[in-house]
Structure formats: C-alpha cells, structure tokens
C-alpha cells in the first residue's frame, strides 16, 4: 500500500494522528551512524563507537547490536561477542556539529525543544499547525525525511500526548520509525513488563517482582491508598506512570546540571607525570563542550577509579566561573596530586559542577591580568581546529608520550579515519 499523495509506501495511521503534538525525536546508533556516512566503506560492517580494550561501548551500530553488543557494554565483551567488529574512536566535535543542524531543524517546527541528550529531544508541536499549514504529524514526517536528505542519518519518532509515552512510541519502530501512542496507551502498557517504564532498572524490577508486579497492568490496578503502602511513598507516581499519565512540562530551558568528560586507560596508571597528561586531555575535551554549550564550570569535579574499581571524588570551587582548559587544569591537577599515594588508577574523569551560564565566564579581573590573552588565545585554536579539524593546533602540554604504555581509551583496533 503506498501514499495516495507521495506515493511512499511508509504510512502511519491512527485515529488520533491530527490531534496529538508530543513528539520524542531519537537518532538511530547516532555515534555509528555519523561515522558511517562519514566513511561509506563501512556501511555493511559492524561498528563500535567507544573506548579501548577497557573502556565501554558509546555506540554500536545495528549489525553490531544483532550480534549481542550494547552501549555502555564493557569493550572486552563486545569484541568477544562481534570480534570482527570495526572500533572507532569517538568524535565528538563531529557528533556537535551534527547535533547543532538537528537542532536547529528541531526549533524551526517550534520554539519548545527541550534537548535530552546529543541525540535526542523531545518537542511540543501544539499551536502550530496554523503556522506550518499542516498537523504535527505531517511536520514532524517531514522533519525526518529532512535530517536524511541533509544529514544522512535516521532518526526515529514517537508521536503522543506527553513525553513519557512519546518516548515509548519513539522505541516501537527503530530504526527510521515513526509510531503513535494515542488513548489505547493504557491497554497498551498493561500487558507489558514494569521494565518497559524508563528509570526502572534491574534493581527496582526485581523489587516489583518479589512484591508479586511483573507486569503494568498489576501496577495499573492499585489504588494511591494501597499503592503507597505496598511500594512506599513513590508508589503512587510509579502507578500513573503505569498508566501512562506523565505531567512533565517540556522546557528549552531546563537547566543543565552537569558537564563532563573521562577516560579509561587501557594500562593502569599511578604517576603523576601519566595522569597528569590524560587530565589535561580531558580539560581540553570538558572546555570544549561548555563553550559549545554556552556555560561555565563554577566548580571542579575529579572522578578516578582504582584498578579495585573503588571511586574517587574530590570537588573545589572556583574563584570565578570559567571554561578555559588551563583554568580547569590547574585547579583539577591541584586535587589530583593529593591523590598520588602508589594507587593504580583505571579511569580518570573531569566535571564542571556547579554549572554556570557562559556570559559569567571568565571575565576581565585585576587579579590575573593575563586573562584576557588567554582567551584570546583559545577563541584562535577553536577557530583554528573549527577551520582545519580538531588536530590542526594543539597546546605543548598535550603533546608526547602519556605514559599509559600503549593506545589510549578508544584507540583499540581503530581503522584509519
């Protein structure tokens, strides 16, 4: 069966298609998808977009996934599992610049989007069909047929009264779905697991199940009274989200929380000297991301992971909020020297935490007269690197041996890009 009017043989229909404006857009395997248009060679190949032999799995495109690889899969595991699988370091600039374009073609349908994570959103199209002289629906097809032509990625899109079955209809298809979830939601959800509700996880399952709830529809039956008492003080939020009630307002401005970035080294580290050299990477990397992002750290966050898989995590406030890399250095660097005690360390990771917005950042101060060249300085290299790629300028301090004997996070088993 093909469309009467563009003559596509993808349809959807629902009786409440016109009437529904909740849109959650999700890129498909976004990280892999990118490097796959990037590099058309390796469109019949499995690909792993993530760290080294110990790290874990940033993405895993879809032949990679039949094959039984996850995100968040430890590395070792995913190449046993897809041994002939091609891993890619990540390329986050790259992946940027790609949101930034998703993005944009996001607000031109409306100005509520309210940005979940690189790859996906979730938008409000009510009152628009005035404007775009069609349904949100037909806008929101659009949008997809859009990001393909100019992008050369899929996205997937789930089309609903609120996020949270937005979000579920937005799982039902991918890749390149686009399903609705109208007034049958209820029905729908009943017959499924309680982990079909994001935010319940192996833990909370097998509490729910030990209580005798395997499924939402057993959720979706009890009252507040009884479900407070037999689930706790969240057990009444818990059964209307079974039901697929969700109040949630979608807000552009919703607050970001936290900037990060880290690495896990493929050979426990315990210098100073090596630690110090993956650390100022990482500034590079966390500096990068709130310019992009237009904040400031007001705080530093240093995470390290023993070769124990025991956490470290120390925090110090800035005097001012800032996103220079050497700022975030030399404060971060301060914390970890106390920590060099013989310790092996795995991981290391840098946060800015409290977050500030980016027109607090490092302003004119008398007491570090230098502070305007320095941001001079970095406003070139981002053009630079903006211009020529990320490699095309570098400061003295990133380059040379990093002491890790070998590749860092990312660099196992990567092809040439």
Not at 9 to 14: D, E, I, P, Q, T
Not at 64 to 79: E, H, I, K, Q
Not at 294 to 303: E, F, M, P, R, Y
Request: charged residues 25%.
């Amino acid at each position: 069966m093909r469309c009467p009017r563009c003559g596509r043989s993808r349809l959807v229909a629902h009786p409440e298609l016109d009437r529904l404006a909740v849109a959650h857009v999700d890129c498909d395997a976004f990280y892999c998808s990118v490097e796959k248009r990037d590099r058309p060679e390796l469109a019949d190949r499995p690909v792993i977009v993530g760290g080294g032999s110990r790290g874990v799995v940033s993405s895993a495109c879809y032949i990679a996934r039949m094959r039984g690889v996850r995100s968040a899969m430890p590395m070792f595991t995913a190449l046993a599992a897809c041994p002939d699988a091609v891993v890619i370091r990540p390329d986050f600039a790259s992946y940027a610049r790609v949101a930034r374009s998703l993005r944009a073609m996001m607000e031109a349908l409306t100005p509520l989007v309210q940005p979940l994570s690189i790859d996906e959103a979730v938008l409000d199209l009510s009152g628009t069909e005035a404007l775009h002289r069609a349904p949100p629906a037909v806008m929101l097809a659009r949008l997809a047929a859009r990001v393909e032509a100019e992008e050369r990625i899929t996205v997937s899109i789930g089309l609903s009264s609120n996020r949270l079955l937005a979000k579920l209809a937005a799982g039902i298809d991918k890749p390149r779905g686009f399903a609705v979830l109208g007034s049958e939601a209820p029905h729908w959800l009943a017959a499924r697991g309680v982990r079909t509700l994001p935010g319940i996880g192996p833990a909370q399952e097998r509490a729910l199940v030990a209580r005798g709830f395997t499924t939402l529809g057993q959720l979706q039956a009890l009252g507040p009274r009884e479900a407070q008492s037999r689930l706790g003080p969240d057990g009444p939020a818990l059964v209307l989200r079974a039901r697929g009630i969700d109040t949630r307002r979608i807000d552009p401005a919703r607050e970001t929380k936290s900037v990060s970035a880290e690495t896990t080294f493929d050979r426990d580290l315990r210098t100073l000297p090596a630690l110090e050299a993956e650390l100022w990477r990482l500034c590079e990397r966390l500096g990068a991301r709130l310019r992009d992002k237009d904040l400031a750290a007001g705080g530093v966050v240093l995470k390290l992971k023993t070769a124990a898989f025991r956490s470290r995590t120390r925090t110090q406030r800035l005097h001012a909020p800032t996103r220079l890399p050497d700022t975030l250095f030399a404060t971060a660097r301060k914390l970890l020297a106390r920590e060099i005690d013989g310790t092996e360390f795995r991981l290391i990771g840098i946060g800015a935490a409290p977050i500030r917005p980016g027109a607090e950042a490092d302003r004119a101060d008398l007491s570090d007269p230098a502070l305007p060249r320095r941001v001079a300085t970095q406003q070139a290299i981002d053009a630079l690197r903006l211009r020529f790629g990320a490699a095309a300028v570098g400061r003295g301090r990133g380059l040379g041996d990093t002491g890790t004997g070998g590749a860092r996070t990312g660099d196992v088993k990567t092809e040439p890009r």
